[in-house]
């Protein structure tokens, strides 16, 4: 039995400074304290007795690292099962909403239809009936533009290009009627909308 330094100690018995107070602290070594150093006590013995401990906790290491190896392949797993989910409910919402845009588009596409036949029966009225006369030209009926006027499909994709949704569209539509707004004319009689063209600032 001798009595070396601290340092002396951990490189005898193959440990750090801090694991040689660790085995003072529990008593595993013998030491004492002089001049403010601590100083301890080993024999030949010392340094077999290390090693064979080591040999000992090499397994429970190991064990440890595959277990923590195995809880991470588990993790991985999990977050992979995870995102194939994810994707295949995005996948799913979005053909959802494709084809409810598709079933809005033909709704709509309806009332374009009526549009149409009824400015074209507005148009060939107006042929029938109109006949020259000697007022002035700015005293003479003008013929309806129709290049003034949206069809609901372009009301939606402008809209649509200013980040409205169509269920927004739906509703502001239905909103400016009832307040009266001059730019959406609606026949009740022949269920027939239309939409003066305008930048739409106030909505928009």
Do not use: W
Not at 166 to 188: A, M, P, T, V
Request: hydrophobic fraction near 35%.
């Amino acid at each position: 039995m001798r009595l070396v330094s601290s340092k002396e100690a951990a490189q005898i018995l193959g440990l750090s400074l801090q694991g040689i107070h660790y085995r003072i602290k529990k008593g595993q070594l013998k030491s004492e304290k002089k001049d403010g150093k601590i100083f301890v006590y080993i024999d030949e013995n010392d340094k077999k007795i290390s090693k064979e401990t080591l040999t000992t906790f090499q397994p429970l290491v190991q064990d440890s690292h595959n277990a923590l190896i195995k809880s991470k392949d588990d993790q991985i797993a999990l977050l992979q099962k995870t995102i194939k989910l994810m994707r295949k409910q995005y996948k799913t919402e979005i053909t959802r909403l494709e084809q409810n845009q598709d079933k809005i588009f033909a709704i709509f596409q309806s009332e374009v239809d009526l549009l149409k036949s009824a400015f074209n029966e507005m148009k060939s009225v107006y042929k029938v009936e109109h006949k020259p006369n000697n007022l002035q030209p700015s005293q003479q009926s003008q013929p309806i533009n129709i290049d003034k006027y949206f069809s609901i499909k372009e009301f939606f994709i402008y809209m649509q290009n200013h980040n409205k949704t169509n269920k927004e569209i739906k509703q502001l539509i239905l909103d400016k009627i009832k307040l009266g707004d001059k730019r959406f004319i609606y026949d009740k009689k022949n269920n027939n909308l239309t939409i003066l063209k305008d930048k739409f600032l106030d909505i928009i």
